[in-house]
Every structure is written in C-alpha cells, then in structure tokens.
C-alpha cells in the first residue's frame, strides 16, 4: 500500500492509483461479462436500447455532419434537443469520435470502465483535501461505487456527471480557501456542458455547500471574493450557452416539463410510504437492479441508493454523530430535509413532481469523506454507527410488516438477491466491527482497500447478471449488427419503417426514418400529434400493427421484425424479398410517400368530435386546420362532410392512399441541414410534410420564402402554386445562434480577464 506522501511524486502516485483501482474494480466484473458474452458488455432496456444506439448514431451523425435534424428518431427531431441530455455534452463522447460508431457496442464496456476510473481519480482529488491520502483513496472507490452508481450504470450517461461533479466542489474549494481565479468558471463550463438537465440540480447543491462552509466558518466570503465567483459563474455558464441554451428550448417543449406539477399541499410535504422504505433499503443493503428487484416491485427505477461499500454508512454515521456542529454533518442534515420534504427534493429536478432521487451522487461524496475521515481518526468511537446501523434492520423489520400486513404490498420481490444483498451488508457490518484491529497491522490500510475492490467487483457483477437478463447476448448482437444485416432500399425518399417493442431504436441504428422511438426528449409538435391522435407517449413511440391508417399516413413502407417472431404477416402486407440476417422485413401495401396535397379539410373541433379510430382514418382523407387557418387557405380546399369520415374500412384505406399518392411528391430527401422536395400539382394547394413543425425550420418554394403552417397538430405545410415546386426546408435550431454568440462573447471576456489579471500580478 502506498503511504502518505506529501512530495509530488508520490502524490502522483497517489492519483495513478485512485485511477487505476476504480477502473480494476470495473475491470473485474465488465471485463469477463463481455468476454462471455462474444467481446461486447450491456445490460438492460436503456443499455440496449438507448445508450448503444444513441452513442453510435452521433458518433457517425458528427463526422458526417448531420448535426440539425434527426430523421431517424421518432418522427424526426432536433439533433441538440434529442442528444444533449444522454450524449453530446461529455468529454468521453468526443474522445469516442475516435471509434468508427459501427463499432461502438464493442467499445462500450471500455469506456465504462474508463468512466470509473475519472470518477476515482477526481473523487480522490477532492478527498485528500479532507483526509490523508491512503484513506482518500480507500474513500475514492466508495464513491465510484456507490450504490447510485451501480443502480445507474444502465443510465450510462449519467456515469458521464458523477465522474465530473467532485471536480466542481473541488473548484469552489479552491477559489475560497487559495483564491484561485477561473477555475471555477472552467469547473461550471465543464458542467453545465456535460449535461443540461443535471446542472440545475448542481447549482442548489452547490449552494447549500456554499453556504453550509460559510455557516460553519469554513469558507470567508468578502465582497471582492463574491464578485469574482459571480463573474466566473456567468462566464462559465455563458461558455456552455452553445450548447445549453438550444437544449433548453428543446425541453421547454416537453409535455412532461409542463405536466408534472404538484396537486396539493399534501403532495408537496408528504413523502409517500415506499420513499420512506427505499431510504431505510437504501441505506443498508447494496444497490437494487431496477429491473430484476428484490424487495417491494418490480421495475422501481427511483430508489434511495446510498450504500457505500463494504462500511454502508456505518463509519459515515459514526462521524457525523460525533461532529455535530462539522460542516459535513451539517450539510447532509440538509440534504436529509430535502430528500423527505418532496417539494424540497424536487427542487433538485427543476421542481418535477415525481420523486426523482438522481441528485444522491452529491450527498454520497459528502458521505465518502465523513467515511475517510472516521478511517483516518482511530480514536473515533464507532458505538453510534453500530446502533444506527441496528437502527437501520429495525426499520426495515418494520417497514416489511407494515407492507405486508397493512398495505398488503409484497414486501420481498425476489428472494435470490435479498439474501446477496443481506449477506453483503452483514459481512461488511462484521469487517467493520473488527476495523480499528486490522487498521494497526501492518497492511492493515491495504486489505480494507482490497476488501472494498472485491466488494465492488462483487456488487457490480451481481448487479450486471440482473440487469442483462432482460436479454439474451444473441438478441443483443443482432440489434447492434442490424445495419449488416438489413439493405431498405427507398427509404432515403422519405419512407419510414415500423419495427417492433423490443427494437424500438432501430431507426437510428439504420439510420434511416422510423415512427418508433424510446427517448426522452424528441419534438414538441410530435408529443402534440399523439395526444390528437390517442397514441400514449412518455418515454415511448410505438404505434400497433393494426393501427393502418396512421401507419399510412406516417408513410410506414417497411415493418421488421425478428424471423421468428414474423411467421403470420397480416394481408396488409407482402413479404418483400429482403430478407437478410435474423431479420424479416414485409412491404406494407397501403401507404403514402412523404410530402402530399388534400382536396378536403376538416376542422379541429369537427376533428376532435371523433373517435380515435376515425381520427387516425380521417388523417388521409382530409388535412386538419385550426379556424384561422381556414379563413387564410378555405379557398384553396373544400370542405370534407363528416359522412365521409365514417368509412375506414381496408377498401376505403387503400383508395385513400391512392388519391394521396396522386398528389404526393415525386422526390423527398433529407439533407444534413433539412430536407428537399419536388412536387407537381394540377392546382395551388397547400402541402403536408409529416415532420414535427418546429420553429427551427425555414421553408422556400422555388427559392422564394415560404410560411410554414402547423397542421394536422404536429405538422409543417407550405403554400405551393400550381405546375412544379421545388420545396427546401433548412433547419437551424432556436437559440444556437444565440448561444453560440454567447460562449464566444463568454470566451473572450474570460481571455480578456485572465489576461488583465496576469498583468496585474506582473506590475505587483
């Protein structure tokens, strides 16, 4: 074991191993997983599904320069809108630009491992500010580990935010005890960038550590100091703006943003019973697989995990017990106020109702340091941690009869890995009751840090045997590889596919258009056409096969499928001769190219009278205009009777398409900065492209600038004359130009500061 050094060597000594010992922890059970499982590693439906094709597409989307518009993902969307919250903002994605993105999923394993690293390397750069660095390093594991963490290594992004964050503690810490100047800035840059939608949640955080430090006399605040950090905090933000500001106006669009507000009082100061238990779990037991639980439901993705290998929060409790009035207990008494207070913990979440617990990586690396410090000072009593420990199995006695007697809830889900998790927190329990016996050998410091890698190991593979069982190795290589497998021709012209429940992101893995997705943030129009039209859609696109008429309508050409789940087609469809790999794909016989003209419309409110059946069959035989659009364009269509409307038989279905497909474009592509079509049109009429209307977008017919109308609730329409029209769409998305102003303007006042600050420090 490396002893405590202040010389620069074994100081670099010192952070070459909180490196390597976090990532040989991931080594330890990433790395035989993968070898197992044909040389690549993943886990559960996010792995699979989101983080492998998300990475992969904008790997090849960057180098290709399709960095707008992403016709691949749900019905299209914003490329900053969609990407900036799982990929676009982290340093590993601009280092992964070096991998060809075909390749991503063999990579990615990789990369996880490197991630652990970070997280032990700047983990450990913040704690040996607070401990020695023999205990920091022990310490530094605990957080890459953490029960957050292997809960969340399906959400591989957000590995991305907790490998980062210690470097912005870090950075105030240094402002306010050694008055460095613009590293904080960097610090806030680098945040804010890496991810949008956790920033906010840093920013309160890091003022309640702000202003815990000064409550206790650890930090000085003068006005000169707070200016400076202001100043810095608004360039470094202003840094980020490039990125920052577009995603913003992205999410603004986002039901859910809009939607998820408290109902009452009761709500916003009640935390609810299962909140309370997952506290007490959390706290005592290892981290739960959100997809293979142990305790109380299945698929519960919100738990309180904050375990700390090996000592739990034992030693942790035991310090903060002891040191009352410390900063560190202070703070996570504050923290504790907001995790039960749900309005408080929502606050971390930009004041989301539903109870969110993605901010516990911050309390977790105050934890870790009250554990480095109980390590570190021998003469600490430990009593207090063991009875809050007992505490803690008392708790739980009582929440599991309250569930299973009161609630009549399943208190244990899965008994396989309740007894793991038991037997991990009761034989780390014993190591520590032995703790201050091993700490005065002579390798005393080295086994407790191999004890904590191997539990780390341990953890993480049981953890990752869990969350991979919702798949088998083969049907994930089949999914990675689908790009080998499966040649569409047409679909460049605008066609999309459909493809099933378990290939949900299949069109970016084939880059080509599809109407399935599994996203969190895609185009507010196309959340707006859903709700029209009775599709649910949270987090999840994905229309049924007997939905025809919207199939049509969304120019579906192409559904696939595995081979073996694709053995009774229905009439509606031919089996199209390419037919490659483990794939099936049939032709769909009833629908329309991208970009068609209507003889009819129909109004909203006439729209809104129907059922959701003849809503979806309406969509083809009439276009949807809002009253004031109709006084604009009621000339140029007439008026559909609501008899019309009734039929939605397979015969009225194809004469539909057929007289859509009369009037539809003879070309459709889309370009790395839009979209361009041709159309000829016996009459001036207005044309329906099903893309989301955004306001990002700019239209001209025949290089005249066109108005965009939204219609159909979710989609773009241009006015063309009568003969031949060319139609070009350019999209730009609202605030990049802005924003990219901003980190400019923020680059070169930060340059110009430092370079007067320089200055100043010469002439003194």
Request: one cysteine or more; hydrophobic letters at 50%.
């Amino acid at each position: 074991m490396i002893t405590a050094n202040t010389r620069p060597h074994a100081q670099r000594r010192f952070f070459a191993a909180a490196f390597g010992l976090s990532a040989l922890a991931g080594a330890l059970f990433i790395l035989p997983f993968s070898f197992h499982n044909g040389g690549f590693f993943y886990l559960g439906s996010d792995f699979v599904e989101q983080q492998v094709p998300f990475w992969s597409y904008c790997i090849d989307a960057v180098k290709r320069g399709d960095i707008f518009w992403t016709p691949g993902l749900d019905l299209g969307t914003g490329f900053t809108g969609a990407f900036s919250f799982y990929v676009l903002g982290s340093p590993f994605f601009w280092l992964a630009l070096l991998l060809p993105g075909s390749l991503w999923y063999r990579f990615i394993g990789l990369f996880l491992i490197l991630k652990m690293g970070v997280c032990g390397l700047t983990s450990y750069a913040w704690l040996r500010q607070y401990a020695s660095p023999r205990w920091a390093l022990t310490a530094s594991l605990l957080y890459s580990f953490s029960g957050f963490q292997l809960s969340n290594m399906n959400f591989n992004h957000f590995y991305d935010v907790t490998a980062f964050f210690p470097l912005l503690l870090l950075a105030l810490d240094a402002a306010m005890k050694r008055d460095k100047r613009f590293v904080f800035g960097a610090a806030a840059a680098l945040m804010a960038t890496v991810n949008t939608v956790f920033f906010p949640g840093e920013v309160l955080f890091l003022c309640l550590y702000l202003g815990v430090k000064l409550w206790c006399g650890e930090y000085r605040m003068t006005v000169r100091r707070f200016a400076r950090l202001a100043g810095e905090s608004i360039l470094g933000v202003g840094l980020s703006a490039f990125l920052l500001l577009p995603t913003v106006f992205a999410l603004l669009q986002n039901p859910r943003v809009e939607n998820a507000s408290f109902q009452s009082i009761g709500q916003m100061l009640l935390l609810k019973p299962i909140y309370w238990a997952e506290l007490v779990r959390g706290m005592l037991f290892p981290a739960e697989c959100i997809f293979d639980r142990g305790f109380y439901m299945q698929s519960f993705t919100n738990g309180a995990e904050l375990y700390l290998p090996v000592f739990g929060v034992v030693l942790a409790a035991a310090y903060l017990l002891r040191t009352r009035k410390g900063w560190m207990a202070r703070l996570i008494a504050v923290c504790a106020v907001f995790a039960v207070i749900p309005v408080l913990n929502s606050a971390f979440v930009l004041f989301n109702a539903e109870y969110y617990t993605r901010w516990y990586y911050m309390p977790i690396l105050i934890l870790c340091a009250a554990t480095a410090r109980a390590l570190e000072d021998e003469s600490l009593p430990l009593r207090s941690g063991y009875l809050f420990y007992g505490g803690l199995w008392l708790a739980l006695g009582a929440v599991g009869l309250s569930f299973t007697y009161y609630y009549k809830v399943t208190f244990i889900y899965n008994l396989v890995p309740v007894l793991f998790f038991a037997a991990v927190s009761l034989g780390g329990f014993v190591l520590t009751l032995f703790l201050r016996r091993i700490q005065r050998q002579r390798c005393g410091a080295a086994l407790l840090t191999a004890a904590v890698v191997i539990c780390c190991a341990a953890t993480g593979a049981f953890n990752t045997n869990y969350h991979s069982r919702s798949r088998t190795a083969a049907d994930v290589y089949t999914y990675d590889t689908a790009a080998r497998q499966i040649s569409l021709p047409e679909t460049e012209d605008g066609w999309r596919i459909y493809s099933n429940y378990y290939f949900m992101n299949l069109g970016l893995v084939l880059d080509t258009p599809t109407v399935t997705s599994f996203a969190s943030n895609i185009s507010g129009s196309a959340f707006d056409f859903y709700n029209a039209v009775g599709v649910p859609r949270t987090v999840i696109t994905q229309l049924e096969p007997e939905q025809q008429w919207l199939q049509a309508f969304l120019s579906v050409r192409y559904s696939i499928q595995l081979q073996d789940e694709a053995a009774a087609w229905d009439a509606r469809y031919e089996q199209n001769p390419v037919v490659e790999g483990k794939y099936s794909v049939a032709e769909n016989r009833y629908t329309v190219p991208m970009g068609f003209a209507f003889d009819c419309y129909i109004t909203q409110r006439e729209f809104e009278a129907l059922d959701t059946g003849r809503r979806q069959a309406a969509l083809l035989k009439a276009l949807v205009l809002t009253d004031a659009q109709v006084q604009k364009y009621g000339g140029l269509l007439r008026h559909l009777d609501a008899a019309a409307l009734r039929d939605t038989s397979d015969a009225a279905l194809a004469a539909a398409c057929e007289e859509r497909s009369a009037q539809a474009a003879a070309r459709f592509a889309y370009t790395n900065t839009g979209a361009e079509a041709s159309i000829t049109l016996a009459r001036e009429n207005l044309v329906l492209f099903t893309i989301p209307y955004d306001t990002g977008f700019t239209a001209t017919v025949n290089g005249k600038k066109a108005e965009i109308e939204k219609t159909d609730y979710g989609f773009m329409a241009v006015r063309c004359p009568a003969g031949e029209s060319r139609i070009v769409f350019r999209y730009l998305p609202q605030g990049l130009r802005a924003g990219i102003g901003i980190s400019i303007a923020s680059a070169l006042l930060a340059a110009g500061w430092s370079a007067w600050h320089l200055a100043a420090k010469r002439r003194k």
